[in-house]
Nanobody, 120 residues
Framework: QVQLVESGGGLVQPGGSLRLSCAFS????????MSWYRQAPGKEREMVATITNFGGSVTYIDSVKGRFTISRDNGKNTVYLQMNMLKPEDTAVYYC?????????????WGQGTQVTVSS
C-alpha cells in the first residue's frame, strides 16, 4: 500500500520561499508520475505541477510558471516543490499525488496535505 506524507508548509511573507517535500512509502516509486495540487478555501482543488516517473517531463499551471519548480529523487522516494516569489494567492493546502496506469488498472494515491500561508 502506498502512503504519501507531505511536509515543509508554513507561514511565509510575500516574496518568500518554501520547499515542500512528499515522502513516498511503498513499492516502485519510479513507476509513478507525481503531482502537487492545492486547494484554497472555497475553491476547487487544482493541479500545480506534475513530473513524469523519471523526471523527463514537467508541467505547471500558468500562475506558478517561473516561480515554482517540481523535482524528484527516485533514490529517496521523494518529490519536492520549490516555491519562490510566493504571493498571497498561493495560500492553500498543498497535496501530493502519485498516479500510474498499469494495463487497465489506474492507481491514484493522495497525501494528507500541508498548509501554506502567504501573508505579511
Amino acid at each position: 500500500q502506498v502512503q504519501l506524507v507531505e511536509s515543509g508548509g508554513g507561514l511565509v511573507q510575500p516574496g518568500g520561499s518554501l520547499r515542500l517535500s512528499c515522502a513516498f512509502s511503498g513499492f516502485a516509486f519510479s513507476t509513478y508520475a507525481m503531482s502537487w495540487y492545492r486547494q484554497a478555501p472555497g475553491k476547487e482543488r487544482e493541479m500545480v505541477a506534475t513530473i513524469t516517473n523519471f523526471g523527463g517531463s514537467v508541467t505547471y499551471i500558468d500562475s506558478v510558471k517561473g516561480r515554482f519548480t517540481i523535482s524528484r529523487d527516485n533514490g529517496k522516494n521523494t518529490v519536492y516543490l520549490q516555491m519562490n516569489m510566493l504571493k498571497p494567492e498561493d495560500t492553500a493546502v498543498y497535496y501530493c499525488k502519485a498516479a500510474r496506469t498499469v494495463g487497465s488498472m489506474r492507481n491514484n494515491y493522495w497525501g494528507q496535505g500541508t498548509q501554506v500561508t502567504v501573508s505579511s
